[in-house]
């Protein structure tokens, strides 16, 4: 965004340029002036339009995510702390076990169940101001409770689910609190 508000100051800069030289050197050549006049005018404001809309894009995120989802916390049997990940500022979670070389975000390696949880098990994604997650083609699953019901939903694959806080994400057994 910045490049191209740059590109529109420069092609208005240049067309002022040329309308001046116009007007200077060229008196008789009217249609020259208005032409280059009118391309410096509508770069001009290609060059404002960019600017605000940038800033009010950046101002919506900030306020989504301040308000979003801010961490993903893993419960033991006794529903104890474990361990927990931040989301704030994140936009996409891979959520699996690091194996040699390839790490994920949410390691869940050190699990009771984590024989039963693939490399990259599941995704979570931030999109329009919401949390989604999404099974990656696991063998074993997962499955979501959704705050204030007891019942667990298995995700089809590849089809996301939104994420709320007080939502309980499986991963095969390893349970997972969204707050």
Not at 29 to 49: D, E, K, N, P, R
Not at 60 to 67: D, G, P, R, V
Request: glycine share 6%; hydrophobic share 45%.
């Amino acid at each position: 965004m910045v490049k191209r508000r740059l590109f529109d100051w420069i092609i208005a800069t240049i067309a002022m340029a040329l309308c001046l030289l116009v007007i200077l050197y060229w008196q008789e050549q009217i249609w020259l002036i208005i032409v280059s006049g009118a391309v410096a005018v509508i770069f001009i404001i290609l060059g404002y339009i960019a600017k605000s809309k940038n800033f009010e894009v950046r101002s919506q995120e900030t306020t989504i995510t301040a308000t979003g989802l801010k961490q993903l916390i893993l419960l033991n049997e006794d529903d104890s702390e474990l361990n927990r990940w931040d989301l704030f500022g994140k936009t996409s979670l891979v959520i699996g076990r690091d194996y040699g070389e390839n790490e994920v975000d949410i390691n869940l390696a050190d699990c009771t169940y984590a024989g039963f949880i693939e490399v990259e098990h599941a995704v979570l994604n931030y999109a329009g101001g919401h949390w989604f997650i999404e099974d990656l083609h696991s063998e074993n699953g997962v499955r979501v409770q959704k705050y204030g019901d007891n019942r667990q939903y298995r995700l089809a694959t590849a089809k996301p689910c939104r994420i709320d806080e007080g939502d309980i994400i499986y991963i095969a057994q390893t349970r997972l609190i969204v707050r």
